[in-house]
């Protein structure tokens, strides 16, 4: 018995010195979705709560995001959003595919799928409400709007 537990007490600890990066690329706050889109206060504060941690380069890392094997899935998390949607880098990313990226952040909200439930339940206060995504489709639809997207508008209630 005290064998098994040493030895896993030395593969916790060993597991610790296999860190992934944790940082916070730099780069232009006139490049960011708010600075090139002005979204109304009430989509910056949504987008800023419950949004930015995993799609932009502005993530708070949590004290447990220093912690194997919790440190790979956030450093993945974070990771992968940023490689999907970052809000940091919004000027970079050309019409179309800005387009096409309202549209799906409307739909991810609408439909349940963002923020991950893992990261609602993990930070409190970050899950969107009904009227919350409603806002946020209803800001994406107008973007897309008065982009002249030509891609068919996502409903924002069901």
């Not at 999907?84 to 387009?99: P, V």
């Not at 309202?102 to 923020?115: K, N, Q, W, Y």
Request: aromatic share 8%; hydrophobic share 40%; with cysteine.
């Amino acid at each position: 018995m005290w064998k098994v537990l040493g030895i896993i007490i030395l593969l916790v600890v060993a597991i610790q010195f296999a860190r992934p990066s944790r940082s916070n690329p730099a780069s232009a706050p006139e490049k960011s979705l708010v600075a090139q889109m002005h979204p109304p206060a009430e989509v910056q504060g949504i987008l800023a709560r419950s949004c930015n941690d995993c799609h932009s380069n502005l993530t708070r890392w949590p004290w447990y995001s220093g912690i194997a094997p919790f440190s790979w899935i956030v450093s993945d998390d974070v990771r992968d959003g940023r490689r999907h949607l970052n809000f940091s880098l919004w000027e970079d990313y050309e019409q179309g595919k800005r387009a096409k990226l309202l549209a799906r952040i409307c739909e991810e909200t609408r439909d349940g799928g963002m923020p991950l439930w893992a990261y609602t339940v993990v930070h409190r206060g970050t899950a969107l409400s009904r009227p919350e995504r409603d806002q946020v489709c209803h800001w994406t639809a107008s973007e897309r709007a008065t982009a002249g997207a030509s891609a068919q508008l996502p409903q924002t209630a069901h």
